[in-house]
């Protein structure tokens, strides 16, 4: 399960290069809400995923403890 470490870092660059798109697309004169509105939501996933991992890892630590 060492997969779920990288998995918020793919949210995280998700984010970044929808907000990328945003701009560009500001720059051409089209509306880039959607693209905001993805990369709010993808940076949203990055902290929550992040915070349910810590919250996993504590909960496992204290399960194995006597």
Not at 16 to 29: A, N, V
Not at 32 to 59: C, D, N, T, Y
Request: positive net charge; hydrophobic residues 45%; aromatic residues 26%.
């Amino acid at each position: 399960m060492t997969y779920l470490k990288f998995t918020p870092y793919v949210y995280l660059i998700a984010g970044l290069y929808f907000i990328y798109h945003g701009f560009t697309e500001y720059q051409r004169g089209i509306a880039p809400w959607l693209s905001f509105g993805i990369a709010a939501l993808a940076v949203f996933m990055f902290f929550f995923r992040l915070r349910f991992a810590r919250k996993f890892e504590q909960r496992r630590k204290d399960e194995n403890q006597p």
